[in-house]
């Protein structure tokens, strides 16, 4: 019997790149000897990709859409997408073309030889910016030291993943998810390929700031607890130097040393410990919300409609 493959592309606001993104995809996949089916998310756009995905879908069976109630964000759109994928594996790739749908070829000959987890590394980044390029290549090799998973670095959610490793992942029901992260979590046989990741075909990119921010801290707490244990040592060395000034104080005194009053080291030091507790505070709010979200048990997404797909 012939393999059946899942495509599984999130679209936020893509109106712009989503005919391209259905025309390279369609190309590669057809007249293969295996079966495919595309899975759009449709992560609450606000332009006029619901409306095209559906039109497509009238006439493409392969094609399959599943819409969001509103944004809840890309790594629950990837999520939705894996719970209702049907393939014997399942990729995950972007819809702006900066992942190549070519790759994907790549990707399922390493499954066939028998890998369950095939990741896409990016050996090189074209038109993003310096900003983008800089942060991401510090935070990957900084998740990778803080956290006791190896997380492969320089790696999106570009991959393949087989039929038993997504069922896995499907019983994780975790809210704040780094997906990437989750699926080296669960093991199995696991490698790489390298690819070059293409300037984004048209639009903008859908990561400000803010959903980068919100990602990475979602790596970092979902992965490792070390930021909360950090908080110890640095009060021990905080509590260490105040220890040795009061001995320096001390010791001048009794040396009949003249001090200098000044307020200005006083307000430098209350701000520094200020700050510093003020940190800490804010690394520990950040677990804290994070179990509340979870204590409220709500869905991971709610679905609004589905296209070509059977229940
Ligand atoms: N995306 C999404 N929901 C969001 C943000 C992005 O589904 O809230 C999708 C987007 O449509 C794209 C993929 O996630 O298919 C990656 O986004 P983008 O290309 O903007 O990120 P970048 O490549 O700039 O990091
Ligand atoms: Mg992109």
Redesign the pocket.
């Known amino acids: 019997m012939k393999k059946l493959y899942s495509l599984v ?6 109106e712009q790149v989503i005919h391209e993104c259905i025309k390279r995809v369609t190309h590669v996949m057809t007249d293969k000897d295996f079966d495919y089916e595309v899975i759009f ?1 449709n ?1 609450g756009s606000k332009d006029m990709t619901e409306s095209i995905v559906k039109e497509y879908c009238l006439n493409d069976a392969h094609l399959k859409l599943i819409s969001f109630s509103r ?1 809840f ?2 790594q629950t ?1 990837i999520t939705a997408g894996m719970d209702n994928a049907k393939g014997d594996a399942v990729i995950v790739m ?3 073309l ?1 992942d190549p749908p070519e790759v994907v070829l790549q990707l399922i000959s390493k499954y066939e030889e028998g890998y369950d987890v095939v990741y896409a590394i990016r050996s090189k980044r074209k038109g ?1 910016t310096f900003f ?1 390029k800089l942060t991401a290549k510090i935070f990957y090799r900084f998740l990778r030291n803080m956290c006791e998973v190896d997380i492969p670095i320089d790696t ?1 959610d570009f991959r393949l993943i087989s039929r038993q490793v997504c069922d896995v992942l499907k019983g994780l029901t975790e809210r704040n998810r780094y997906v990437r992260g989750l699926v080296s979590w669960v093991g199995f046989k696991q490698t790489g390929i390298y690819y070059e990741r293409e300037e ?1 075909f048209a639009g ?4 400000p700031l803010k ?1 980068m921010l919100k990602l990475s801290m979602d790596g970092i707490t979902s992965f490792s607890t070390k930021p909360l244990k950090m908080t110890k040592w640095i009060g021990l060395v905080m509590a260490a130097l105040g220890f040795i000034y009061a001995l320096v104080i001390i010791i001048q005194k009794l040396a009949g040393i003249q001090m200098q009053t000044g307020w200005a080291s006083t307000i430098v030091i209350i701000l520094l410990i200020g700050g510093i507790q003020l940190i800490m505070l804010g690394i520990t709010g950040e677990y804290i919300a994070r179990i509340f979200d979870e204590s409220k048990n709500r869905p991971l997404y709610i679905i609004k409609e589905k296209v070509n797909m059977d229940e």
Do not use: F
């Open positions: 592309i999130p679209l936020y606001n893509e998310i992560d944004n964000g890309h759109a972007d819809a702006d900066q993003e983008k999106g984004r903008e990119t859908k990561y959903k």
